[in-house]
């Protein structure tokens, strides 16, 4: 399993002995999946899953501290790597706001009336798989997020040869038209294809860009994502880690 890989080792037994059984991690995982697909609140968690949501929520907050599903994800993309399945020849990148409480990483939504909300950034191959995941405030451009996420993009294996990170081609709409960015890009050797504004159209970039929508509809598919409802940027981050790998890993298991 390849959760295995990744989740911290943990003390069975308690030194003072007595206590009531540790929830399996296996349990916890399945619980907190069903919370990310269905989008139910903790409290909502059917007694089917065997630990209670007090215990499952305190295990998510701890891999979520620990960035076990950042890891996770990373596992996953190895996976595809070493099969071939990654395509850096033609990657795009974009972001969606929604809804959001209070926290940090939050910020007026210009495009909803002004109310809080967080922002998702996203950068994905040509297949639509999720490379590289960031976080930020609505109000936040999308501009600022395209470094971090090219940044972010972990060493990935390759069926042969050693591991890459680098894009072949990075497409973009209006909202990355910056010369220093492009300037940025060509500085690491990576090809961009950006739209310029008041020049030419954004659908021109449809039939490569579409790949990175249909993306965010497939992170739609997590219900937890309509709208962030976590405080802590760590684990609404958390929550998006666990949609970018579940897309990947149907992908594995295709």
């Known amino acids: 399993m390849l959760f295995r890989r990744v989740v911290p080792a943990t003390e069975v037994k308690r030194p003072q002995g007595g206590g009531r059984r540790r929830a399996d991690d296996r349990e916890a995982l399945a619980a907190i999946l069903f919370v990310a697909t269905s989008g139910c609140t903790w409290r909502q968690l059917p007694p089917v899953f065997g630990p209670c949501w007090q215990t499952v929520y305190r295990r998510f907050a701890q891999w979520s501290q620990d960035r076990v599903w950042a890891r996770l994800?990373?596992?996953?993309?190895?996976?595809?790597?070493?099969?071939?399945?990654?395509?850096?020849?033609?990657?795009?990148?974009?972001?969606?706001?929604?809804?959001a409480a209070k926290g940090?990483?939050?910020g007026p939504n210009p495009t909803g009336r002004g109310k809080l909300g967080s922002k998702i950034h996203l950068?994905?191959?040509?297949?639509?798989?999720?490379?590289?995941?960031?976080?930020?405030?609505?109000?936040?451009h999308d501009s600022q997020g395209l470094e971090p996420l090219v940044r972010g993009i972990p060493p990935i294996r390759s069926r042969r040869g050693p591991r890459r990170r680098r894009l072949g081609k990075l497409h973009g709409d209006k909202g990355y038209d910056y010369d220093h960015l492009r300037q940025w890009l060509r500085s690491r050797g990576i090809a961009h294809r950006i739209a310029r504004r008041g020049v030419e159209s954004s659908q021109r970039l449809g039939r490569h860009r579409w790949v990175v929508e249909r993306t965010v509809s497939w992170l739609a598919g997590c219900r937890r994502l309509h709208r962030r409802y976590e405080r802590k940027a760590e684990r609404f981050l958390g929550f998006v880690g666990i949609a970018a790998t579940l897309i990947n890993y149907r992908r594995l298991t295709s």
């Open 123 to 140: 950068l994905t191959d040509r297949n639509g798989l999720p490379l590289s995941l960031g976080i930020s405030g609505a109000n936040m």
């Open 104 to 106: 940090p990483l939050t």
């Open 73 to 99: 994800h990373r596992v996953v993309l190895d996976e595809l790597g070493a099969r071939g399945e990654v395509d850096w020849s033609r990657c795009a990148i974009d972001s969606v706001s929604l809804r």
